[in-house]
């Protein structure tokens, strides 16, 4: 049972262009995390969100946590070469297990 | 400061055969955990442990057994590899209400 689901889940994009990506689910988590993961290697942690409707901001990054706190949003501004990757969402649970996004393979093209 | 480390990077097995994933942490980390990645799937939970000798099954557990006889290592065994599990296999560790911490992966291919 996938209990999240990312859109897209390929974008290819130029440039400077901006772009966001969506996690959304029918539960509710205590927090939600953000990672990104490159070919070869393990997801890094990007951010955590935990309460409903926070919005924090990693330089061109903002994330967003819904107000029920059932889904999130990434959205990149200026993209740049160097953003490319695997973007992953992630729902903990108060009994600590994360339940994984499908994900989202971002290019950007120079 | 080494992390999370896996081994081996790499492994061709043949069907029918066993074969043990290694995954240790240097964090002291009480939770770990094992996904394997799939195409368009995400991340998938395989077993996880909160701790030196208690572990329990995620998502996808069978053909898979893992123990904790301490809180470095927590090892995954393949009893009788299928071609099903073609995967790409990670390992994460954290502390209670944090962040996981991955390792790089194992890749494995079942013919």
């Known amino acids: 049972t996938q209990l999240l689901e990312q859109s897209p889940q390929f974008l290819s994009i130029q440039e400077g262009e901006n772009l966001t990506v969506y996690c959304n689910s029918s539960s509710v988590f205590s927090s939600l995390q953000w990672y990104r993961q490159e070919p070869g290697e393990g997801p890094v942690l990007l951010v955590t969100v935990v309460t409903g409707g926070e919005v924090k901001k990693l330089k061109r990054l903002t994330f967003q946590f819904g107000d029920a706190r059932k889904d999130s949003s990434l959205h990149i501004t200026a993209a740049q070469p160097g953003d490319t990757g695997l973007y992953l969402c992630a729902g903990a649970n108060t009994g600590n297990q994360f339940y994984f996004g499908t994900g989202t393979s971002l290019t950007v093209i120079p | 400061n080494a992390g999370v480390t896996q081994t081996p990077k790499f492994q061709v097995l043949k069907t029918g055969q066993s074969m043990t994933l290694q995954c240790a942490q240097d964090m002291n980390h009480e939770y770990m955990s094992w996904y394997r990645q799939d195409p368009g799937m995400g991340l998938r939970l395989i077993h996880y442990s909160v701790g030196a000798g208690i572990t329990d099954q995620g998502e996808v557990p069978n053909g898979y057994n893992v123990s904790r006889s301490t809180t470095e290592d927590f090892p995954l065994r393949l009893l009788s590899a299928a071609p099903s599990q073609t995967s790409v296999y990670f390992c994460?560790?954290?502390?209670?209400?944090?962040?996981?911490?991955f390792g790089n992966g194992t890749r494995l291919t079942v013919t």
């Open positions: 994460a560790s954290s502390r209670a209400n944090s962040p996981l911490h």
